[in-house]
């Protein structure tokens, strides 16, 4: 088992910034792949950005690449979302999650979720 807990959510202005963090405990957290998939309102849990065991691998939902990069301190236990530029559509539920398989764009793949952390993103 995996728990894991977000946190750093809140409300910014549009073109402003937030830094996600999801502390992991349980379970060797290195030996997971991490991702942050993202729900709006009346939408269906999207994809964001998702990071290998090892840190070296990366990828991103085409929307925030370029403005959100995802990392990942194994020595804590702990995967980060720094989110810049955002944009009113940015405005979502972030949930974090974990995969003992191969690193994966798909919601399906992933293991363990948290509760997620709202983002709040005003015009």
């Known amino acids: 088992q995996v728990q894991l807990v977000e946190s750093g959510g809140g409300l910014v202005q549009a073109g402003g910034s937030l830094r996600l963090s999801c502390a992991a405990s349980?379970?060797?957290?290195?030996?997971?792949?991490m991702g942050w998939f993202r729900q709006a309102p009346g939408k269906e849990r999207e994809f964001v950005a998702a990071?290998?065991?090892?840190?070296?691998?990366?990828i991103y939902a085409d929307s925030v690449k370029g403005r959100f990069t995802i990392s990942r301190d194994n020595a804590n236990n702990t995967v980060y979302l720094e989110m810049n530029s955002l944009k009113p559509e940015d405005t979502a539920v972030y949930y974090c999650?974990?995969?003992?398989?191969?690193?994966?764009?798909?919601?399906?793949?992933?293991?363990?979720w948290g509760q997620g952390t709202q983002v709040t993103v005003s015009s």
């Open positions: 349980g379970r060797s957290f290195s030996n997971y792949n």
């Open positions: 990071i290998s065991w090892s840190g070296r691998t990366t």
């Open positions: 999650a974990a995969d003992a398989g191969t690193l994966s764009r798909w919601s399906r793949n992933y293991d363990y």
